[in-house]
């Protein structure tokens, strides 16, 4: 661990409470956040982790699926682990099934609000200060330094710090106050957490597609224990003007597979929460300001998974706030290039593999998962290289047996057309992805409390 970098002082007389000032001020204490806080407060840095809620990770928001490449990250924090997952089974909307099971584990599932809290309380331990029922509203630069300000308990809090990082999640505010508007599209989640399902694989989560069941998304049946499973979909508002309860309580009345496993279920829990599909849009550096976590895009928009890269973010933007500190002149702007690097890729892919899926027809889908799930060579493909974290790296070799000229028959053909449907998403992707959908419209979501 490099030595402590040198604070830098300055006198701030408006502030009414809040009066320290930081080297790092993190916004928001999800999984990029405490990253960020615990890796910056480990690299010796003056650090605050503001969270606008009184108890970090509450209300939880996520179904918790984390890949084990995660746990390389954090140090593995094992009684946070509530179940460990190896297969997965893609319903077609007729119920048609492509089923892949791994050789070695995928993901473990977490309980994310203890998950949010250990990180946290990690990131104490190493130094930082955690402001709980802080709500920021804005920033902007001042001499140099960045000022955030907000509300502490009724009261205006004001602080300054030489960096920020922003980890305000899928609808952050404090961009638009630095005059940047960043381009989001988001669909909205709602999930269900169950008791009595007759589960059928305990390491297997279910995944239900189509788009009659869940317009721009999928629905998903993720086992935790026993007879217990969380249950839930997303929604694109652009695809589908109802809100996600009413596609959520559709498949577990109406859906072939679906139904039948939760004809005895019993709601113990529901969250709900948007994500961002667009992909990473720039900038993720605003002056000093830097964006980690959903905040900046970098989920994955296939599956909307999000929280390893939160953390590889998180930890990636403390580096470069330490190495700015430290003074490195182009450390903040480095982030940028350090993230794209890890994960940039996989964006890009899952952003255009999302658009691909959302113009396939249910028709489509059901032709497509009965090749995969009847054809040995498409499924050990998946098994041997499908990675939920680096889905790209799947691309080739399914290319490689869609195209094989002794394969090109009836098995191939709902691939090479998704394919052509790939294709022509990448053509018009911006036109196609880049709308701008941020607001609570048709998502029976309203404004964040
Ligand atoms: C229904 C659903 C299921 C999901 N399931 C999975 C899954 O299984 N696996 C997976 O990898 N991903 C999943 N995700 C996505 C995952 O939850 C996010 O990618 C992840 O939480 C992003 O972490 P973050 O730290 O960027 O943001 P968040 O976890 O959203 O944390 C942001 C924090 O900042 C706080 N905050 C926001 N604004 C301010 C402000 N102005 N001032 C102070 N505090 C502020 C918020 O209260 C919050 O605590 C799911 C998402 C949803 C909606």
């Known amino acids: 661990m490099p030595g402590r970098v040198p604070v830098r002082i300055v006198r701030n007389l408006n502030i009414v409470i809040g009066l320290q000032n930081y080297d790092v001020i993190v916004v928001g204490a999800g999984p990029a956040g405490g990253m960020a806080a615990l890796t910056a407060a480990r690299l010796g840095l003056r650090t605050a982790l503001v969270e606008e809620h009184p108890q970090v990770g509450s209300p939880a928001h996520c179904s918790g699926k984390l890949q084990l490449h995660a746990f390389r990250e954090v140090d593995r924090p094992p009684h946070l682990i509530m179940n460990t997952l190896q297969a997965g089974a893609f319903y077609a909307p007729n119920g048609a099934v492509a089923r892949v099971r791994r050789s070695t584990p995928d993901s473990h599932v977490v309980d994310r609000t203890e998950f949010d809290r250990w990180l946290a309380s990690e990131a104490q331990a190493a130094g930082a200060e955690l402001l709980l029922s802080t709500r920021l509203r804005a920033a902007e630069h001042e001499n140099g330094m960045m000022r955030v300000t907000g509300e502490r308990g009724g009261r205006t809090f004001a602080s300054t710090s030489s960096v920020i990082i922003d980890a305000e999640g899928a609808r952050p505010v404090l961009p638009a106050t630095l005059g940047v508007r960043l381009l989001r599209r988001l669909v909205f989640g709602l999930q269900y957490q169950m008791t009595g399902i007759d589960l059928e694989e305990p390491d297997c989560p279910e995944i239900y597609l189509g788009s009659s069941i869940s317009p721009g998304f999928f629905a998903w049946l993720m086992p935790i224990s026993g007879r217990r ?14 809100a996600p309860i009413y596609h959520l309580d559709r498949v577990m009345r109406e859906h072939p597979v679906a139904s039948t496993r939760l004809r005895h279920a019993r709601i113990e829990r529901k969250l709900a929460g948007p994500i961002p599909v667009l992909g990473a849009r720039r900038p993720t550096v605003i002056g000093g300001m830097l964006l980690a976590g959903d905040a900046a895009g970098q989920v994955k928009a296939t599956s909307g998974g999000g929280i390893y890269f939160s953390l590889i973010a998180g930890r990636l933007a403390a580096q470069s706030a330490a190495r700015y500190l430290g003074g490195e002149s182009r450390g903040l702007e480095d982030y940028e290039r350090a993230w794209r690097r890890r994960f940039g890729r996989e964006l890009k892919f899952t952003a255009f593999a999302r658009a691909t899926l959302n113009r396939m027809t249910d028709d489509e889908i059901n032709a497509l998962i009965a090749a995969i799930g009847s054809d040995d060579s498409f499924r050990s493909a998946i098994e041997e290289h499908g990675d939920t974290a680096f889905q790209s790296r799947l691309l080739l070799p399914l290319l490689r047996r869609s195209l094989h000229p002794s394969r090109l ?41």
């Open 409 to 449: 028959g009836a098995a191939s053909g709902a691939m090479v057309k998704a394919l052509r449907y790939g294709l022509r998403a990448l053509w018009d992707d911006g036109a196609h992805l880049a709308t701008q959908t941020d607001g609570p419209r048709a998502s029976g979501l309203g404004p964040r409390k």
């Open 229 to 242: 499973a969380r249950v839930g979909l997303c929604v694109d508002p652009d695809l589908s003007g109802r």
